[in-house]
């Protein structure tokens, strides 16, 4: 999900992120030992949709909007291998469409999707839902948007920076978490317990908080127990009573497990069409920031409810508080450059297409891939929203592609380059509509002298800020990085693309903002001195300059050498031990034999070490937990090989001081630093910590 082409945004890490992110890691263990490729496999692009293209006057009306769907959705869905989906569409007032497609349900009787009825998990669009509790609040004066939060919550949240957090930076991904992703998402039917998730184990805050644009669960999830805080309300009622039942969402909740009155209205959630066995009900943990559960007929009435055309009740939030809602939350005195490009809200995405204004919010868990999207109007009540949401991940990934049909075909088919704010449902000839994007994506590019210098200042290796930099994960990043390169006619080439697969290519528009050739999405870069410290992309991620110790570059030569050697090492015990027993070469004198056993000792166990990550990350991609207790017996294998620096030490000391010829100096001066690479490694990327939470 993005705001131009719609990857995924998850609630967790989305199943393809989470095994393409996963399968990197088994690549820099596994595939050294094997002696391969120092990165993960690629992953192709998402399948094609074919969209179908728009008459001249395409009109949003419920007739043709149910035809595209029907010609859009079914289609993606087979070459996707996607079970089900269910779609919302409002528009001017009234909910103008819900359909539903394929199954809910499989086995010996399948049940074909009732939008009406049946209940799908939106994932991280349960952010709109508590973003917009949090917004009640500050409306009632209970919560201050730039107040420091310490003074709502009733535990101690540790932090790193004096810059204090506050509202505004947990609803715009600014309060400077990491990833984390232990027991995000579960699958044993446990009950969530939103405090206890905040207080156990919380993340590592490692940027200034209003500084760095770093999606976070958790911090949304503070958001929504900042409102439970406020009203001394637990947040699963406060939002059933003050948000569902205000605006007549009778078949959403908050609540895991689902209450009986719901549970049986729940769709299957899947893998694909080709695999259609219901896996287990999933729990986020942290609910407010994935736990919603909704059909899309209610997520109708939530879109309607912002778009101040709500069909009975009362608003959730006044005109002006809306209007704080979906505007822009920092500017340039927090963000720098970065603030020159899209931009949060409090809460939403700034998803602009063909220059009209776009917010909304994507969610993915594992089974369940989700986005909804406003398009403010003109006035009260009018504008246009579009909600869809899919059972299952599809074969490879597949619903990746349809969804992105959904969301982009819409856009370019209803509100087109050069229409109102009304799109294509007043003609496209209306002149009123939202307030335009807070950034020109049609600037014409600059000169090409200007361009390259801007150029070469951007080019480098960047990592992501949506990373688990304190962990044992943080290996991840080696090879999810993008790099940036300069081209001679002073665009840039991104390999890979922010947020997409393949490589992408930017050209300047202004000193701080580059746009997509060929496509819409736009950067935004912060310098300093001279230096990029940042490109922002969808609002809430950053790339960040690789630090030169963790480059790609060093890392994964020191890396894939090291363990080269220690395995070519063990494998030559046995050999030399048999090679010894035929010729009758007598074995070492025991001089020297302790520092020589315990070397061998290390080497083994960094062998092991490398080899057990490689199959736990392997059961992560596999969404298994990976024990405590295997964490720590793998740490201990790293120790082991990092303490062996010292005996390995003494024996190339020893073997230089007996002169046992050549071959044996180099056999040791190898695995010595073989040792100190592979123990470098395992400190830098926090193997060894103490910490063993992910």
């Excluded at 006057?57 to 087979?78: C, F, Q």
């Excluded at 699958?187 to 905040?198: K, P, S, T, Y």
């Excluded at 920092?330 to 995405?349: I, K, V, Y």
């Excluded at 044992?472 to 006619?489: P, Q, V």
Aim: one cysteine or more.
């Amino acid at each position: 999900m993005s705001p131009h082409d719609a990857p995924p945004r998850p609630s967790a890490p989305s199943r393809a992120a989470r095994s393409r992110r996963a399968g990197a890691l088994v690549a820099v263990a596994a595939a050294a030992l094997l002696a391969g490729c120092g990165a993960a496999p690629g992953q192709g692009p998402a399948p094609h949709v074919t969209t179908p293209a728009a008459p001249e006057t395409a009109r949003l009306t419920e007739a043709d909007v149910n035809a595209w769907l029907d010609g859009v959705i079914p289609s993606g869905m087979e070459t996707g291998g996607v079970v089900g989906a269910t779609v919302s569409v409002v528009h001017d007032g009234e909910i103008l469409t819900a359909r539903g497609y394929g199954l809910a349900g499989t086995g010996d009787a399948p049940t074909p999707v009732d939008p009406e009825k049946h209940l799908f998990r939106p994932g991280s669009v349960s952010k709109l839902v508590t973003a917009t509790a949090v917004m009640q609040q500050v409306q009632a004066g209970k919560i201050d948007l730039d107040a420091d939060i310490k003074q709502y919550l009733d535990f101690d949240l540790p932090t790193e920076f004096d810059t204090p957090i506050t509202t505004r930076h947990l609803l715009t991904h600014t309060a400077g978490f990491e990833e984390r992703v232990t027991n995000l998402i579960r699958l044993d039917g446990v009950r969530a317990n939103l405090r206890e998730e905040l207080v156990t184990d919380p993340p590592t805050q490692v940027y200034a908080p209003g500084t760095t644009p770093a999606y976070s669960n958790y911090g949304n999830s503070l958001a929504g127990y900042l409102v439970e805080r406020v009203t001394g309300t637990r947040f699963e009622d406060y939002v059933q009573r003050e948000v569902f039942d205000r605006i007549g969402m009778t078949s959403s909740s908050f609540e895991q497990p689902l209450p009986e009155r719901l549970a049986d209205r729940m769709s299957g959630g899947y893998n694909d069409s080709a695999n259609p066995t219901a896996q287990p009900v999933e729990t986020v943990t942290t609910s407010p920031a994935g736990g919603l559960t909704s059909s899309a007929t209610d997520m109708a009435r939530f879109m309607l409810a912002h778009l101040g055309a709500q069909t009975g009740g009362t608003p959730l939030l006044d005109e002006a508080t809306t209007k704080l809602m979906h505007q822009g939350a920092l500017g340039a005195e927090q963000l720098g450059g970065l603030a020159d490009g899209p931009r949060m809200t409090l809460g939403f995405f700034d998803e602009s297409r063909n220059g009209h204004r776009i917010i909304g919010h994507g969610g993915d868990t594992n089974f369940f891939h989700s986005h909804l999207q406003l398009y403010p109007g003109g006035g009260a009540g009018k504008g246009t929203g579009l909600f869809v949401s899919f059972n299952s991940t599809g074969v490879d990934r597949g619903v990746q592609g349809v969804r992105n049909a959904v969301l982009n075909g819409f856009a370019d088919r209803y509100f087109p380059k050069g229409t109102g704010a009304e799109g294509t449902g007043a003609g496209g000839t209306s002149t009123g509509g939202a307030p335009a994007m807070e950034y020109d994506h049609d600037a014409a590019p600059l000169a090409r002298d200007e361009a390259v210098k801007l150029a070469a200042r951007v080019q480098g290796e960047y990592d992501s800020s949506r990373r688990m930099d304190s962990t044992l994960l943080s290996a991840i990043d080696l090879t999810g990085r993008t790099t940036a390169t300069a081209r001679e006619d002073g665009t840039l080439l991104f390999q890979p693309g922010p947020a997409s697969e393949g490589p992408a290519v930017y050209e300047a528009i202004g000193e701080h903002t580059w746009r997509e050739v060929g496509g819409q999405r736009v950067l935004a870069t912060r310098t300093e001195d001279g230096r990029v410290t940042g490109i922002v992309y969808e609002d809430a991620f950053t790339l960040l300059p690789t630090p030169a110790q963790r480059s790609a570059g060093l890392v994964l030569p020191v890396l894939l050498g090291s363990l080269v050697i220690l395995v070519l090492a063990v494998v030559s015990w046995p050999i030399a031990a048999v090679a010894r027993r035929s010729t009758g070469v007598a074995p070492r004198d025991r001089a020297g034999r302790p520092a020589r056993v315990l070397a061998k000792a290390g080497t083994l166990s960094g062998v092991l070490a490398l080899a057990g990550w490689a199959v736990s990350v392997t059961g992560l991609m596999q969404l298994q937990e990976i024990p405590a207790a295997q964490i720590r017996v793998l740490q201990l294998f790293q120790l082991l090989a990092l303490l062996a620096v010292i005996p390995a030490g003494v024996r190339l000391h020893d073997d230089v001081r007996r002169r046992t010829g050549w071959t044996r100096v180099v056999g040791s001066a190898l695995v010595l630093l073989a040792l100190i690479g592979l123990g470098w490694f395992a400190v830098e990327f926090n193997f060894l910590a103490p910490d063993i939470s992910y």
